[in-house]
């Protein structure tokens, strides 16, 4: 790794400790011109305070009382049962009797008139209920199992008519509804009590609506009474609070000035800190974190931070730097290591170890596709005799030899060539079925038989055989990894038996393979 150049890095805490003194100090000179003028301020307002501020303060509780008093009247309208109504009402009460308690004529009498108003509302929506009661017998009988308009509703569970909330209904929006189910009934003397129910219907919702009218009338005179009250506490009480600001604007001016310099200096530092922070600080610091999380997610990643400024962010910088070269070596020993655990020394292939993983991975997964899998078992013949005959170093050659033949055989996913030991060898296969097996033994078997190998020394080439033995088994019929190599073992023996150099496929003994292995044949 290149080391950092020697650069000047100041200390952080220094840094910061001498920005927050020059900030103070200007606070200081700021507050030294500023307090003077707020201390005539406060005489000032100290004079107001006992004159104008009482009565702004009733006058706000009056505005407040008022607003008040318009939600109540807002409820009054909108509510939608009795209890609300009352409560609201009562609560309304407790309020404009406040103002009859004052000295305030005018205003006791303007809120007496709310009052009235709310009350006639009260009784406009007792009146409209006791309709919608008699609204909602008559469509009960209408909905009747012997009503001709029953199956006018939809899927027979949709009420005939679908009265929107009381405050909602209207007799230009109602009428073509009804009008609609009046054409429905047939025209027969048994529909004349339909009819009628209908006529009584829309005299109720006519008289609803028409209440509906009348409370939207009360409603709009209420407001503009409260309006009128509001719009006078206001006016009163914005006069006095203008007197107030100008006894007080002459000597906030300059105050007022001192303190927007004072304002856009600290906003203007604060910026500048914010970005001094994020470009000198905070870069630094996601940068090495965004660099362990590159080093967790890849090892063998190498990390290069950028340049800080602050001593102590140069030494994260650093120690991030150095773990991402640690870890990368560390990582690459692991994993050259995991691979010679993996590997026999000799000829490259899987060891024994590997083999057995590999094997029980591709008898899960054949399982899962439903797929079939396939072992040969490989041994050379008179394999002592060659390293008797030709030495060792030749007999390695010829292991060397085998294992490159098998290694091209391996190269799909789930399949692996390995040494098994000694002079055995093994081959895990998937997705083949019994002709292209024997085809691909056979063709293992003739390019091994046709190899001509020089000796470590003069001499004539070396050439050796091999015996085969394979198994074959689908998915369904696949039990543990020991019975697919059991079978091949014993293949293996059968070609050794028969006269070596030759292919043997092993086959279950049970019935039920004999007649798959006949139409293989």
């Known amino acids: 790794m290149t080391p950092r150049s020697r650069e000047f890095h100041p200390s952080l805490s220094t840094t910061l400790s001498l920005v927050v003194c020059a900030l103070l100090l200007f606070m200081a000179g700021i507050t030294w011109l500023v307090v003077p003028l707020l201390a005539g301020i406060g005489q000032s307002s100290g004079q107001t305070r006992e004159q104008h501020m009482p009565e702004i303060l009733n006058h706000q509780r009056h505005a407040l009382k008022i607003e008040k008093i318009s939600s109540y009247l807002n409820t009054v309208y909108w509510a939608q049962n009795a209890d609300m109504e009352r409560r609201a009402r009562l609560q309304a009460q407790v309020l404009i009797q406040s103002f009859m308690l004052e000295d305030r004529s005018p205003l006791a009498t303007a809120t007496a008139d709310s009052l009235e108003t709310i009350k006639r509302l009260i009784e406009i929506r007792s009146q409209q209920r006791e309709q919608m009661d008699r609204v909602g017998r008559l469509l009960a009988e209408l909905a009747s199992a012997d009503s001709p308009v029953r199956s006018l509703g939809q899927g027979g569970a949709a009420p005939l008519l679908p009265l929107p909330p009381l405050t909602d209904i209207r007799w230009p929006r109602l009428a073509p509804m009804l009008e609609a189910l009046r054409q429905a009934l047939p025209a027969t003397g048994d529909s004349e009590p339909h009819r009628q129910w209908l006529d009584a219907l829309a005299r109720h919702l006519r008289e609803v609506s028409a209440l509906n009218t009348r409370a939207d009338e009360l409603m709009n005179t209420g407001q503009q009474q409260l309006q009128q009250i509001a719009n006078y506490l206001t006016t009163d009480a914005a006069l006095r609070v203008q007197q107030l600001a100008e006894n007080i604007a002459r000597d906030a001016g300059a105050a007022t000035r001192y303190t ?93 170890r590997h083999f057995d993983l590999a094997l029980r991975e591709a008898l899960n997964r054949v399982r899962r596709h439903h797929g079939t899998l396939a072992l040969l078992m490989l041994d050379i013949d008179h394999f002592k005799q060659l390293n008797d005959g ?57 390019e091994v038989a046709r190899l001509l190998l020089p000796q470590a020394e003069p001499g004539p080439p070396m050439r050796f055989t091999v015996s085969i033995g394979a198994a074959l088994l689908p998915a369904a019929e696949l039990g543990q990894e020991t019975e697919l190599l059991m079978l091949a073992d014993k293949a293996l023996y059968q070609a050794k038996q028969g006269g070596r150099n030759r292919v043997v496929i092993g086959e279950r003994e049970l019935p039920r393979l004999e007649e798959p292995r006949s139409a293989l044949g």
């Open 260 to 352: 927007y310099l004072l304002i856009g200096v600290i906003t203007l530092l604060t910026l500048l800190l914010f970005a001094a922070l994020h470009y000198f600080v905070l870069r630094p610091l996601q940068a090495s974190v965004q660099a362990l999380r590159a080093i967790e997610q890849d090892k063998n990643d190498h990390v290069q931070l950028p340049p800080v400024l602050f001593s102590e962010l140069d030494t994260i910088c650093r120690a991030v730097e150095d773990y991402s070269a640690m870890t990368r070596k560390l990582w690459q020993a692991n994993d050259e290591l995991h691979q010679l655990s993996q590997k026999d020394g000799l000829t490259g292939l899987a060891n024994r």
């Open 390 to 446: 030709f030495g060792h170093l030749n007999g390695d050659e010829c292991l060397k030899a085998l294992a490159r033949i098998l290694k091209g055989y391996g190269q799909r996913s789930g399949e692996l060539a390995a040494r098994y030991g000694g002079e055995e060898f093994a081959l895990i296969l998937t997705d083949l079925n019994r002709q292209q097996l024997i085809r691909l033994c056979e063709q293992i078997r003739q």
